[in-house]
């Protein structure tokens, strides 16, 4: 069977960051024999304000890829990644590429994917999303506050994010359902899909030069964000390893692990502190430190029972 491939988009009212990724999208580099490619935008708003970004580029002229429009009102991102899902498996794609729609791939990204998913007979392969932070950006931010994983190329992983990863269709017909709805508002339903593909068998690897960037609004350049971001993760994580009772005692491994971040962090804020008077550095050491605590703050709200923070409630808090 040729290869079919469906790269999903995932937006909402997000019209002109959307409009540059699908021209980019157009302008990919792929080798010899080329496999199929189309480009599934599913957009989250009733209003369709995706769609006149579509119109717009079908009108220009002659399309490489392509384009297909669909909806999904129900408010949040699992629906918009199964409704993607379920269209690219009935229209027979043999593996499935998500990017988010606030991202932009680099033109052999999508060539990359699929040499490393070959050379590694994986069946799910995730690369890089780098960080480009506005340039007035104060020097605190400019540590791992927006860093995101980095490994080398064939390393094995347990999760991965839908912001940069191919998936063979195999793994969508064995693992169901796909994206825990459950989560709809609160993020993390990528980590417990992925989670449980992993736990059953399938292969998951990092492919270091298939690269994507996200130009981060200066609205996240914020202490607040960074660790309101930081607190969800954990509990989300803390979620992740519950419901899917991966570990023994899997609760009260999140609360002891939670505890050691928290302190942790709380040990290493004088040094922070401290670092904090250099001016090229300013502020890192301690915000990572404060992050440290944030993230274990909630894997212990999620360990003891306490509802996960919903942070997409706001149309943009993904």
């Known amino acids: 069977m040729s290869e079919q491939i469906a790269i999903a988009i995932a937006t909402m009212q997000r019209p002109d960051m959307l409009g540059a990724l699908l021209a980019r999208l157009q302008a990919l580099t792929l080798a010899e024999p080329q496999p199929a490619v189309e480009i599934l935008v599913v957009d989250n708003d009733p209003e369709e304000s995706a769609r006149p970004v579509l ?10 890829f392509e384009l297909r429009y669909l909806t999904d009102a129900r408010r949040g991102i699992p629906f918009v990644r199964n409704a993607a899902v379920a269209a690219a498996l009935a229209s027979g794609a043999t593996q499935v590429v998500f990017i988010d729609d606030d991202e932009l791939p680099e033109l052999d990204w999508l060539e990359r994917l699929l040499h490393v998913q070959r050379l590694y007979d994986a069946d799910v392969v ?7 932070l506005p340039p007035d950006t104060p020097a605190w931010a400019k540590g791992n506050a927006f860093r995101h994983e980095a490994h080398r190329t064939g390393d094995p992983l ?20 796909w994206f825990d709805e459950r989560l709809a508002l609160t993020g993390g339903s990528d980590r417990h899909f992925f989670l449980r593909a ?5 292969r998951i690897v990092w492919a270091a030069e298939a690269v994507v960037r996200e130009e981060v609004p200066k609205s996240r350049v914020s202490v607040p964000w960074v660790l309101t971001r930081m607190y969800r993760q954990g509990a989300c994580n803390a979620f992740c390893e519950i419901d899917l009772d991966r570990k023994p005692l899997a609760r009260l491994q999140m609360l002891a692990q939670g505890a ?19 001016p090229k550095r300013r502020g890192q050491r301690l ?6 605590a944030a993230y274990g703050v909630g894997l212990i709200a ?7 923070y919903e942070e997409y409630k706001t149309i943009h808090g993904r």
């Open 55 to 64: 119109d717009v580029l079908r009108r220009s002229g002659p399309l490489r």
């Open 126 to 132: 995730a690369g890089p999303s780098l960080s480009l």
């Open 158 to 177: 347990e999760t991965c994010a839908t912001n940069n990863t191919l998936v063979r269709r195999a793994v969508f017909d064995r693992i169901q359902p």
């Open 198 to 202: 992993h736990d059953a068998g399938f």
């Open 260 to 278: 050691a971040f928290v302190a942790g962090g709380l040990a290493l804020a004088p040094l922070g502190a401290v670092s904090a008077l250099r």
């Open 287 to 292: 915000l990572q430190y404060a992050r440290y």
């Open 302 to 308: 999620t360990a003891t029972g306490q509802s996960l």
